[in-house]
């Protein structure tokens, strides 16, 4: 359980940096690194397990027959990942509370951190891939939010589009692809998928899948040509940079394909997409980041080329290359995340990143000086550091692989990248650090507080360490996390400085030369490349946005012009045409069931709905009689359901009809109570034979279709129900049983999709009282004369004496439903009702200063104790929304029955009253704006004291 703990954690760490930003920065910090720091001491309590090579599980199966369960597995390598997320996270939540301005928001930054890094350890800890999928998504939206965070910036805004849309893009496609994957295995958990490999590169799908999920894992590690999201993401502020960027978000895409390594590597397929895409993108990286004058510019595009060299070794498919791979994954963390931490004290203390407009700052900011040579020394690759033992092992990896039967391919042009990598590094060190002071520095330079400089400090101690000492800091991790990656065995080789003269120190010692000579010669390099044709990838994305946009709009506009009738022509159409296709596609006999005869009343009734439908459609224009006769419809329905022996669904259908009819008629007060003329069948004639036929085409078909199940035999879940309703539910009455329990969790989305609903009408109703439309309403005039008793004496007494009766009939039918027809749904109609007709006898004014409730309180409330039902059952052992129960005994009561289904009613209950009645109050303040009569603030309009009538204020 306490791997679901890790992932949580950062989950519920988010709710308090809004709050605790009240108490002050340091509170708000201070709670955002606690949460962190007990997710990282929990992740690092499995480590004795991890590194004795077991694999730890937890989880709980929600719904295994559809591959749905919520599992997750520690590893080594969901080991490594996990401790790259909170612990660099630790340091990044420290630096950002001495990095941003006092007018940065910063609760909704460290809120917007937590889901980011909650989001980031669910990936690596999936099991479910499903599961996966949902944190994989979830961290394009956070990442979204963060790079935004500067909302003032366009930049910072166009950054933010640019990676959701690219990355998100990449997501769906991985979608497809992990879901072809898991129907290959036959399983949607991790665990299993990695068993099969075989079945899996044999499968005709391999290439497919493949493919789209590459997709997903090019996209979110900026390879090449998807790289171009990750520098325009560097608008976001630097502690996002230093965490999205170098340790957390762009590993994703690195990390899927080193945990799908087992099963998709070591193809011609795997090879030649994956290692070729890791070199191009290494060298287009390199070579640009060269050329960057921003300092963060220059670090995305070094950012780029790393995550390339990472590609290029798990593409080659060897276990010696996914050493190397995990090796660099450790080191590029630790010297990168320094570097951008570093850029950010740079920019923080002397108002610049402009590599143009710096120099000199050795002797100005010494501490921040040293440690950005040491993490761009181990950039560079160059010893005694940790970024020159794993490029060491690149180099002899690509010394090694032959691409297209050429041998000096590879290690040619992963030699030229090296070249690029060294010389921009260096750049990094000399022009911003050497050379003489200046006099134009936006700031006057400074070292930083301890808050800035510790952070990077601790990496740049951590490169020193693994540099000179790597066997016994780095080795056991190195280890166990490429033991995970391969699947087996390991290879024989052993992390050291020095290995001796090989051709991989002959190819780095090339990389250093060249890399000094084009620093040397820096101003005629650029000249060259400034020469050169640079074609820019941003104006290229806006390019194809724009004429995305530009094919959506024409096929909305072509398809979606304001008409319903025209949507529902092609919904039913659609519908109708798959229907049919299906039948005659299909082979079909005769129903073998006996048919009854039928009786006179159902004969009636049949002809009463027939009518009804009938005149609905001869009547249609005049709106008012047309909502009468769909009333009366739904009566008959009502009769239907008495009549074969279902009272739950008669009491629910009568109940529904009269509060929407309610409504349905006090909407109809601010709408003509005529449809226009042009909805006429002269006025239109081929829409109108269009909706005819699809009419008949489609009930016919219906009914054909019921026609088809009654005749028929066959098995349902209803005699599971009727079995288990009393031993598993500890109710008698089945209906309400399913409602709560068995089908409890449809119940529980059923009410979120009310309360929705109830909310967007609000809103709705909510603009309509502002701006052009509430002027309209404010000179707008009843269309039919409006009776000068608003409040008849005889509605206000009767409804009087209705509303305890209907309020005791409303808590019977709670209280019996889980044993008699009845429960919190229909409770809930019965009650609004009363309440409705208390505010049409004496107006909203008057009743609303007698009922005091917050509605969309009422709502949130009753979602909120369904859910704490469902979870209640889980944190007891058992499936979500399972019902518990027992019968008791109390003198003079006797013995009844209490259970757990109660109070998910209980949230049903107040959901539906909240919204039906929210949906009232919003008619009234439509109602009030007219401004026709006053508001009343009496029970009606004639006093009968008085004898006479009053209008009232």
Request: hydrophobic residues 55%; proline residues 5%.
């Amino acid at each position: 359980m306490s791997l679901v703990l890790i992932v949580l954690l950062p989950f519920v760490g988010a709710l308090l940096p809004a709050l605790m930003i009240r108490a002050g920065r340091n509170a708000c910090a201070t709670s955002t690194f606690t949460f962190t720091l007990l997710a990282f001491a929990l992740l690092l309590s499995h480590a004795p397990a991890v590194f004795r090579g077991e694999v730890v599980q937890a989880g709980w199966d929600w719904l295994p027959a559809l591959g749905l369960n919520a599992n997750f597995f520690l590893d080594g390598l969901g080991f490594f990942f996990a401790g790259l997320i909170l612990g660099i996270g630790l340091l990044i939540i420290v630096y950002a509370r001495f990095y941003l301005a006092k007018d940065d928001p910063m609760g909704s930054f460290y809120t917007y951190l937590l889901l980011f890094q909650g989001a980031m350890v669910g990936i690596v800890l999936s099991d479910n891939i499903l599961l996966l999928l949902v944190f994989w998504e979830l961290t394009s939206l956070s990442s979204f939010l963060l790079i935004g965070y500067w909302k003032h910036l366009p930049e910072g805004r166009q950054g933010a589009r640019m990676a959701l849309a690219v990355t998100g893009a990449g997501g769906l496609a991985m979608i497809a692809g992990m879901l072809i994957l898991g129907d290959i295995a036959g399983s949607y958990n991790l665990t299993d998928i990695l068993q099969h490999k075989d079945a899996i590169q044999a499968s005709p799908l391999y290439l497919p899948a493949l493919l789209l999920i590459l997709a997903g894992c090019f996209t979110k590690s900026a390879q090449f040509p998807f790289h171009f999201w990750l520098p325009h993401a560097m608008a976001a502020p630097t502690p996002v940079s230093a965490y999205l960027h170098s340790a957390t978000m762009v590993k994703a895409g690195l990390f899927l394909m080193a945990r799908m390594w087992p099963v998709l590597a070591g193809t011609a397929e795997w090879f030649y997409i994956v290692a070729t895409t890791g070199l191009i993108t290494m060298l287009v990286g390199a070579v640009i980041a060269l050329f960057k004058d921003d300092l963060k510019g220059l670090l995305a595009f070094s950012t780029v080329s790393h995550l390339g060299l990472v590609t290029m070794l798990l593409g080659f498919g060897t276990p010696m290359a996914a050493v190397a791979a995990v090796f660099h994954i450790l080191n590029h963390a630790t010297f990168k995340a320094a570097l951008f931490m570093n850029a950010g004290i740079i920019d923080h203390e002397a108002g610049t990143r402009d590599i143009k407009r710096l120099g000199g700052l050795l002797h100005l900011m010494p501490v921040t000086a040293t440690l950005a040579m040491v993490a761009a020394a181990s950039m560079a690759g160059l010893p005694p550091l940790n970024g020159f033992l794993s490029k060491e092992m690149m180099l002899h990896e690509a010394a090694a692989t032959a691409w297209l039967g050429n041998g000096w391919v590879v290690p040619a042009l992963a030699t030229l990248a090296a070249c690029f990598s060294v010389a921009y590094s260096l750049r990094y060190i000399v022009h911003v650090f050497f050379g003489p002071q200046r006099s134009d520095y936006p700031h006057t330079p400074h070292d930083p507080p301890a808050g800035l400089w510790l952070p990077p400090a601790l990496l740049v101690m951590l490169v020193v360490l693994i540099g000179l000492l790597p066997a016994t800091v780095a080795g056991p991790l190195v280890a166990v996390v490429a033991q995970a990656v391969i699947g087996g065995a390991l290879p024989d080789y052993h992390l050291a400085l020095w290995h001796g003269v090989n051709i991989a120190l002959a190819l780095s010692v090339v990389a250093v030369v060249v890399g000094l000579g084009a620093l040397r010669a820096y101003p005629r390099v650029r000249a060259v490349w400034q020469a050169g044709p640079h074609p820019e990838a941003k104006a290229m994305f806006d390019a194809v946005m724009a004429a995305a946009l530009a094919l959506a709009q024409r096929v909305t506009h072509g398809l979606h012009n304001g008409s319903l009738q025209r949507y529902l022509a092609f919904a039913i159409g659609a519908m109708t045409l798959a229907g049919f296709a299906t039948f005659i596609g299909a082979s079909h006999e005769a129903g073998t069931r006996e048919l009854l005869p039928a009786e006179p009343v159902a004969v009636v009734a049949w002809l009463l709905l027939l009518g009804g439908c009938v005149l609905t459609v001869m009547f249609f224009r005049q709106r008012l009689l047309s909502v009468l006769v769909v009333g009366t419809v739904g009566l008959i329905v009502c009769v239907a359901f008495i009549y074969l022996s279902a009272p739950d669904l008669a009491l629910t259908q009568i109940s529904v009809e009269v509060t929407t009819v309610i409504l349905i008629l006090l909407a109809l007060y601010f709408l003509p109570k005529a449809s226009p003329l042009s909805s006429t069948v002269s006025a239109d004639p081929l829409r109108h034979l269009r909706d005819g036929v699809l009419a008949l085409i489609a009930g016919g078909g219906m009914g054909l279709v019921s026609w088809a199940m009654l005749t028929r035999d066959g098995s349902s879940l209803s005699t599971y129900y009727l079995e288990n309703s009393v031993s598993g539910g500890g109710g008698t009455n089945v209906v309400n049983v399913i409602l709560v329990d068995f089908r409890g969790f449809d119940t529980f989305g059923e009410i979120i999709v009310l309360g929705i609903a109830a909310l967007a009408i609000y809103a709705l109703l909510d603009g309509a009282l502002h701006g052009r439309v509430a002027r309209r309403l404010s000179a707008w005039t009843p269309d039919l004369p409006v009776s000068v008793d608003r409040h008849p004496i005889i509605m206000v007494v009767a409804t009087r004496v209705m509303l305890p009766l209907a309020l005791l009939v409303g808590a019977y039918i709670f209280l019996r439903g889980h044993n008699q027809p009845g429960g919190g749904f229909i409770a809930a109609l019965v009650v609004s009702i009363a309440l409705i007709m208390q505010y049409m006898a004496s107006g909203f004014g008057w009743a609303a200063q007698r009922v005091r409730v917050n509605y969309h309180a009422m709502i949130g409330a009753g979602v909120l104790i369904a859910a704490g039902t469902g979870i209640a059952s889980m944190v007891l052992d058992r499936p979500f929304l399972t019902s518990a129960f027992d019968h008791f005994h109390l003198p003079l009561v006797g013995e009844f029955e209490l259970a757990s289904a109660m109070a998910f009613d209980t949230g049903v209950f107040l959901t539906v009253v909240g919204a039906v009645m929210l949906a009232l109050a919003n008619l009234s303040r439509m109602g009030r704006l007219t401004g026709q009569r006053p508001v009343n603030r009496t029970a009606m309009d004639v006093d009968p004291s008085m004898g006479m009538s009053k209008e009232h204020n």
